[in-house]
């Protein structure tokens, strides 16, 4: 028996694609399932932004499941900022609570990092709270690693 059969979570003809309007509703619902916050402007305007494959630089994809969405992830690449070459930087990821553990994580970072290959960027990063344990456990069984940067912050009154 597999992890995922393990856990419950059966997932077949998973589909990586991009969003497209109609699904925003599951989206809002899993981010809210995860930060409990519904933040929906937030989500039209991200779709307007990054959805529907206007750009080879923003991506704003989903994991579909017959007609269930059981996550998104969403990337973009930056070009000479934080003094660095043209990267592609992951800061959205969320799965479906009774779907993880079956391998839809790993297969929309492939799918967003085959995106920034063909886009002709060849590193990845992203950044997560220190505390997050989940997403770093996630991040560094698909190959990432600390990278040589630190961030820095301070309250603005
Ligand atoms: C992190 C997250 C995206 C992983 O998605 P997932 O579909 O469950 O991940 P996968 O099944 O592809 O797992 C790939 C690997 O990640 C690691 N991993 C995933 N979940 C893990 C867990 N709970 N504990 C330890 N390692 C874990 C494992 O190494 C796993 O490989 P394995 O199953 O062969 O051991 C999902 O747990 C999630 O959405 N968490 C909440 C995200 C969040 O906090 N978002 C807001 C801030 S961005």
Not at 1 to 27: H, N, W
Not at 35 to 64: C, I, M, N, P, S
Not at 88 to 100: D, I, N, T, Y
Not at 106 to 113: G, H, Y
Request: glycine share 10%; net charge neutral.
């Amino acid at each position: 028996m597999t992890k995922a059969q393990a856990q419950g979570a059966d997932i077949p003809e998973l589909r990586v694609r991009s969003v497209e309007a109609a699904d925003l509703g599951q989206v809002i619902a899993i981010d809210a399932e995860v930060t409990g916050l519904e933040k929906t402007d937030y989500w039209y305007e991200l779709f307007h932004r990054y959805g529907g494959g206007r750009t080879r630089q923003r991506l704003f994809l989903v994991a579909e499941s017959g007609d269930v969405i059981q996550g998104f992830i969403i990337g973009e690449i930056r070009d000479w900022e934080f003094g660095s070459a043209p990267c592609g930087w992951v800061f959205g990821l969320s799965v479906r609570a009774s779907s993880r553990l079956a391998g839809v994580g790993a297969r929309m970072l492939e799918a967003v990092c085959d995106g920034f290959r063909r886009a002709g960027v060849n590193k990845v990063r992203t950044l997560l709270a220190r505390d997050n344990s989940l997403v770093l456990s996630f991040f560094r069984s698909q190959g990432m690693m600390a990278a040589p940067f630190i961030p820095l912050e301070k309250d603005l009154d």
